[in-house]
């Protein structure tokens, strides 16, 4: 069993829609919690961070967490064509100020039709 | 700022030659880390520096070395190139208490054959 599990899609969806992007995880030492984008041919980039459990809010972005049932999730609302992507989730334990070793998932490739 | 930067972009090495991937960063980051993506694997770490002159393995070490004499680069080395070394390589750095933050660079697409 993988740490990370991410449903690799591919996720295609019309314009406007709202998508969501989950991952569950085993580890329970994992304590924060990350998702980037990565465009094609292009390394990641850091969309959100969230620490423990609860919702965090940017923009369209919003992050999820649930400690208590292993799972997390990436809600896009308003979804653009420039949202399409490749989105992974990434996780990863540690005292504040060290250098962290991520675990990643798979990634879910995200198609926004116009 | 450029960022992290790696060269070369592309390569294609035959089984047993060796290379080195470069990769240099100007944002005074502390931390570095060397990943592999495979095609629906998302990104193992390989190897990582917290600071120069200090290096640890990662979850894929196999074949693999790096140094870090200063703080801004980070080269990895292929010994011995194999074809289950093919992968595309990104080059990562990260700072202090954000060490999740981790800026990527654009990659290096590797082909051994």
């Known amino acids: 069993q993988k740490e990370v599990e991410q449903d690799p899609g591919p996720l295609s969806v019309p314009e406007g829609a709202i998508v969501s992007l989950n991952c569950t995880y085993s580890n329970s030492a994992f304590q924060y919690f990350m998702w980037y984008r990565q465009y094609s041919r292009k390394g990641p980039e850091l969309l959100m961070y969230t620490y423990s459990s609860g919702n965090k809010e940017d923009g369209r972005f919003t992050a999820q967490v649930d400690k208590s049932s292993k799972y997390i999730s990436l809600f896009i609302r308003d979804s653009q064509p420039s949202d399409s992507a490749t989105y992974l989730c990434a996780m990863s334990w540690g005292s504040s100020g060290s250098a962290r070793q991520l675990t990643f998932g798979s990634g879910t490739q995200l198609t926004v039709l116009p | 700022n450029a960022g992290v930067t790696q060269t070369p972009k592309f390569r294609i090495l035959k089984i047993g030659q060796s290379m080195t991937l470069q990769c240099t960063q100007d944002?005074?980051?502390?931390?570095m880390y060397w990943y592999r993506q495979d095609p629906g694997m998302g990104l193992k770490l390989i190897y990582y520096?917290?600071?120069?002159?200090?290096?640890d393995k990662g979850e894929v070490p196999n074949g693999y070395n790096v140094s870090r004499s200063t703080t801004e680069d980070f080269p990895l080395r292929l010994e011995l190139a194999a074809p289950s070394q093919t992968s595309v390589y990104f080059c990562a750095s990260s700072y202090g208490v954000r060490g999740d933050e981790q800026y990527f660079g654009p990659g290096t697409r590797l082909t051994v054959t």
């Open positions: 520096s917290v600071g120069a002159g200090i290096t």
């Open positions: 944002m005074n980051h502390n931390y």
